[in-house]
């Protein structure tokens, strides 16, 4: 079985917020408005992540911005999602998919929003099953293990703390790290877990056990 999350490590995120924080620059926002406002607009109190456009927008308007401008700002920089796939992410996918493995993609984020980019990448084909959840992906994992018996269970993600709270617990997958840049690569050279720049490198690594 592989488990695969999504943001920054089959899609590149970094880079779409990179582009929406240039989209709203050509209208005065500066960038660290930019960054203020994200934050503001991505969790709730309770920490569930909620970031859309819109509740993006709203927090923008607070700050004396036109919220429909920001709005459309952004709807127009997140047009042709699957060009902010990494490169090698439609081959990575396809050589998993011909081990005859559960495919899973298995998501953190604001439902709503994630179902938008997933649904704009054109990457749903490849999965047997997506779980997309706003507070945390032990509650899937606990369910995925009393359903699935796997021998192996991959689990590809790029958060590494978040990864290693996860193998703790589920003891059993295999964990393997994507590298991010949004990430100190300390975290990576110390996690004790096997790491890659490449989704291309994955791919060669999890080849070795089959």
Known sequence: MFIIDFDDTIFDTRALKLARLE?????????????????QA??????NFTYTDRRHAQFLAIENFDEEKIFGKLSEASQHLENFLFPDSHDFLEALKKYDQ?????SLGDTNFQEFKLDGSKIRRYFNHVFLVSESKDNILKQIFEFKKDKEVWFINDKVKETKILWDKFP???????????????E???GGMP????????????SQSF
């Not at 960038?31 to 203020?36: P, V």
């Not at 991505?42 to 920490?47: L, M, N, P, Q, V």
Request: glycine share 6%; proline share 3%; no cysteine.
């Open 102 to 106: 559960s495919m899973i993609l298995l």
């Open 23 to 39: 989209a709203l620059k050509t209208i005065g926002v500066s960038e660290e408005l930019f960054w203020k406002t994200y934050k």
């Open 188 to 190: 990576y050279v110390g």
């Open 42 to 47: 991505r969790s709730d109190r309770e920490g």
């Open 195 to 206: 790491y890659f720049e490449t989704l291309t490198e994955i791919k060669d690594y999890v």
């Open 172 to 186: 059993t997958i295999k964990p393997v790290l994507k590298i991010s840049s949004s990430i100190p690569m300390e």
